[in-house]
């Protein structure tokens, strides 16, 4: 385990490698002297089934799947087929008024200023009481939603047995399966 950091010179892109998958990554500023390459798996049916493919292997031992909108979904749609479930479960980032009791927890991520919350429907939640649940995100960077994710699985009376992403961001996480690093760029 180590931390992905990459001198920055200008450079416009970065060339990600996923198997035998190519995308051209445009680098894009967060802070004075830091880059990051910016990843979009919307709508990219080719590496959405790829990725699905290759981390449905790990996640054979998970009853149902949860995940967070919106990124995550045609992914965890697309691993769900592979396992042959019949459902999966998703977090949806505000309350919906049709949310009978939702469970929710509160998480910064990286990409936002401000505090987000997780919100899942108790009839959904249900779904996940007794289950060994595999969590999927398309990029895990500070953990925020994953650890979010995971503790709206333990209020639901899960079990969380597998983490799983396409990507770590910067450095890679030991308890979650990634099928690469992106790296950071710093000046």
Known sequence: MGEHILKYTGQKSYTLRLGELSRELPLTKVSDDTWIAFFESLGDVELINSSAKELAKHLKDCEILLSSESKGISLIHEIATILGHQTFVVCRKERKGYMSNPISVRYRPITSATEKELFLDA???????????????????????????ASITEKAGGKVVKRAVILAEGIEQPDVVSLGVLPIFKK
């Open 123 to 149: 009839n959904v939640a249900s779904a996940l009481k007794g289950k060994k649940v595999g969590i999927v995100d398309d990029v895990v960077s500070s953990r925020a939603t994953l650890d979010a994710m």
